[in-house]
């Protein structure tokens, strides 16, 4: 190799050093977005679906078994060893779930469903009083909330609406008019809303 190719050469390791460092600190980045399951950042990349009316808001729901990388993620996934204290009796651990964003606008709101978990899920949009928190419904006997007052629901794989539930690495999807006001988005399959299945979603 000749000596004059050394300077490109190493600023081709700069470079590559310099991308390395870059990709590593994104990938942090989205991890520390992500990863914090108290919060209700969730985007993930799109699946093909219908055309939804309204606004559009994407809802990720995952549990242990799932994960959020994708696949069958071991123990060591982003919720690896956690778990739940009595929460209920299917043993479902962690469970989240999580919205694209935490306020839409009044009127016409899709809600897209992904289930990336293992388990089959379903998602139950509830009002939520004025002072209460996502997560402070009693939980009755069979491990599942009042759904008085329902708004709608998508548990139907690869549907809208209602159905049998939403299979694991499927989407459902329901198109609603929502007024504004405070909604908990819940998945009331028994002891998953205990294990941590609820999320605010706000329309003005
Ligand atoms: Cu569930």
Redesign the pocket.
């Known amino acids: 190799m000749s000596p004059l190719r050394r300077p490109s050469r190493r600023l081709l390791l700069a470079g590559m050093l310099a991308a390395v460092v870059l990709a590593a600190g994104s990938t942090v980045g989205l991890a520390a977005g992500s990863g914090a399951f108290g919060g209700q950042a969730a985007t993930g990349t799109r699946a093909p679906t219908p055309a939804l009316a309204g606004a559009v808001v994407d809802v990720t729901?995952t549990d242990m078994g799932g994960g959020m990388m994708g696949g069958r993620s071991g123990p060591g996934s982003m919720m690896g060893g956690q778990t739940m204290g009595g929460s209920g009796r299917i043993g479902m651990g962690v469970?989240r779930v999580l919205v694209s964003q935490g306020a839409v606008s009044a009127g016409t709101v899709s809600l897209r469903v992904r289930n990336q978990g293992a388990?089959t899920?379903?998602l139950v949009v509830l009002p939520l009083p004025a002072g209460q928190p996502a997560g402070a419904r009693a939980v009755g006997t069979d491990g599942q909330v009042d759904e008085t007052g329902s708004l709608g629901e998508a548990s139907r794989s690869c549907g809208a609406g209602e159905g049998d539930g939403i299979a694991a690495g499927t989407m459902g999807w329901v198109t609603l008019t929502l007024q504004s006001g405070r909604y908990e988005l819940v998945?009331n399959?028994p002891g998953?809303y205990q294990a941590g299945?609820h999320a605010e979603l706000d329309v003005n």
Request: proline share 0%.
């Open positions: 729901l469970a388990a899920h379903e998945c399959l998953h299945m």
